[in-house]
């Protein structure tokens, strides 16, 4: 039970969005206390069917992305539905779409149309390519894009074939981004008193989000290659095997490197080739399988023991199972029942001080609320 307003409490979110990078825009919202009205076609978000698993009827999928929202079914080629959804437009505060490019045009819900029915919308546009390019029509999934991004040529295991990242990764930064873009065109209509229209490219966010890995590139024009676990920039910083499972090592610093050093009983920080980040980067080669020699000559536990006397990032790859056992996990509430007292669900991650986020709604049937409007 709500005890407070949140933080974008009163604000109005039309969602015309399917799959991820839309629903995962508009749960942020449902989370920070925004009115989300979740639009469907009579057969639904097709999540509703990614299974399985299941859970109470609903797929996994789609219950990791659309808690927080009421659903309404309303078919555009029926008029008067087409009629209702103009009538939402024109109450909302934000839409969001990620139909393919022109689709919303034949009915009249394009961004242009959806301004001049509400000036001070804010449309938001979510596809795989700037609609006004060349590629403005291609669909734009997510595992494509990995692809085309150059990010799938820098995941996986050096020699090893094009890896994707194991969660649709490139879906989640565009409706991150897209959420950062729509909260900045609310401040400035603050100002202005008017709306406007975002567009948020997938394979424009991912190839933004290649952050070092591209500026490698752009300074160098040496094409980046997989590397495991491994840093371009940064060594060691990367994952050693030992006796049992492999431990994580995440050394930052050259002061890190030599806690690292010291606890290992070695002396490699005292070494000419070792002593800095960028001659231990030139000399990778020969420093990272000294380390894991090493390594290798205990269990994992052992090694997290003795890293445990150190001052440098280190831990054990956990899997899902214990993740959800991890005392942190457990001490932090990560994992949570979504107010249905059924559902499991995962925490929001944003922490605020006055206005904690407290709602969590379960993910609506579909047609759940089918009369459903804003105040």
Same mark, same amino acid.
């Given at each position: 039970?709500?005890?407070?307003?949140?933080?974008?409490?009163?604000?109005?979110?039309?969602?015309?969005?399917?799959?991820?990078?839309?629903?995962?825009?508009?749960?942020?919202?449902?989370?920070?206390?925004?009115?989300?009205?979740?639009?469907?076609?009579?057969?639904?978000?097709?999540?509703?069917?990614?299974?399985? +698993?299941?859970?109470?009827?609903?797929?996994?999928?789609?219950?990791?992305?659309?808690?927080?929202?009421?659903?309404?079914?309303?078919?555009?080629?029926?008029?008067?539905?087409?009629?209702?959804?103009?009538?939402?437009?024109?109450?909302?505060?934000?839409?969001?779409?990620?139909?393919?490019?022109?689709?919303?045009?034949?009915? /009249?819900?394009?961004?242009?149309?959806?301004?001049?029915?509400?000036?001070?919308?804010?449309?938001?546009?979510?596809?795989?390519?700037?609609?006004?390019?060349?590629?403005?029509?291609?669909?734009?999934?997510?595992?494509?894009?990995?692809?085309?991004?150059?990010?799938?040529?820098?995941?996986?295991?050096?020699? /090893?074939?094009?890896?994707?990242?194991?969660?649709?990764?490139?879906?989640?930064?565009?409706?991150?981004?897209?959420?950062?873009?729509?909260?900045?065109?609310?401040?400035?209509?603050?100002?202005? /008193?008017?709306?406007?229209?975002?567009?948020?490219?997938?394979?424009?966010?991912?190839?933004?989000?290649?952050?070092?890995?591209?500026?490698?590139?752009?300074?160098?024009?040496?094409?980046?290659?997989?590397?495991?676990?491994?840093?371009?920039?940064?060594?060691?910083?990367?994952?050693?095997?030992?006796?049992?499972? +492999?431990?994580?090592?995440?050394?930052?610093?050259?002061?890190?490197?030599?806690?690292?050093?010291?606890?290992?009983?070695?002396?490699?920080?005292?070494?000419?080739?070792?002593?800095?980040?960028?001659?231990?980067? *030139?000399?990778?080669?020969?420093?990272?399988?000294?380390?894991? *020699?090493?390594?290798?000559?205990?269990?994992?536990?052992?090694?997290?023991?003795?890293?445990?006397?150190?001052?440098?990032?280190?831990? +054990?790859?956990?899997?899902?199972?214990?993740?959800?056992?991890?005392?942190?996990?457990?001490?932090?509430?990560?994992?949570?029942?979504?107010?249905?007292?059924?559902?499991?669900?995962?925490?929001?991650?944003?922490?605020?001080?006055?206005? +904690?986020?407290?709602?969590?709604?379960?993910?609506?049937?579909?047609?759940?609320?089918?009369?459903?409007?804003?105040?």
């Amino acid at each position: 039970m709500i005890k407070h307003d949140l933080p974008l409490t009163g604000l109005k979110i039309l969602d015309l969005s399917r799959i991820l990078a839309g629903p995962w825009c508009t749960q942020l919202f449902g989370d920070l206390g925004a009115e989300v009205i979740k639009i469907e076609s009579p057969e639904g978000d097709g999540t509703r069917q990614w299974g399985p +698993p299941f859970f109470d009827g609903k797929s996994a999928y789609y219950l990791s992305t659309n808690r927080n929202k009421k659903s309404r079914v309303l078919d555009f080629k029926n008029p008067g539905d087409l009629a209702t959804l103009r009538g939402l437009v024109r109450s909302a505060d934000v839409l969001i779409e990620n139909f393919r490019a022109g689709t919303l045009t034949k009915f /009249g819900l394009d961004g242009e149309a959806a301004l001049e029915l509400n000036p001070q919308l804010i449309y938001c546009s979510i596809h795989g390519f700037e609609q006004n390019s060349d590629w403005g029509t291609k669909p734009g999934f997510d595992a494509l894009i990995q692809a085309m991004s150059g990010l799938m040529s820098i995941t996986g295991t050096a020699n /090893g074939e094009p890896v994707k990242v194991g969660v649709a990764i490139s879906d989640i930064l565009a409706g991150l981004y897209a959420s950062n873009g729509i909260l900045a065109a609310l401040l400035e209509r603050q100002r202005s /008193g008017q709306g406007q229209l975002i567009e948020i490219p997938l394979f424009d966010t991912q190839v933004s989000c290649l952050a070092n890995v591209v500026s490698n590139f752009l300074t160098s024009r040496e094409v980046p290659k997989a590397l495991g676990s491994a840093h371009p920039n940064i060594v060691p910083y990367q994952c050693f095997s030992t006796r049992t499972q +492999p431990v994580m090592v995440a050394v930052g610093t050259d002061k890190q490197f030599a806690s690292l050093s010291q606890v290992m009983a070695a002396d490699w920080h005292e070494q000419d080739d070792y002593r800095t980040n960028p001659r231990r980067v *030139e000399n990778r080669h020969r420093l990272v399988p000294l380390i894991q *020699e090493l390594m290798l000559t205990r269990a994992r536990d052992d090694w997290l023991e003795i890293f445990a006397a150190g001052d440098f990032p280190y831990g +054990p790859v956990n899997d899902l199972g214990d993740l959800f056992d991890h005392p942190y996990a457990k001490e932090s509430g990560l994992f949570v029942t979504l107010d249905d007292g059924l559902t499991p669900g995962v925490r929001n991650p944003i922490r605020f001080s006055r206005t +904690p986020l407290d709602r969590y709604e379960s993910p609506p049937e579909l047609d759940e609320h089918p009369d459903v409007k804003f105040d």
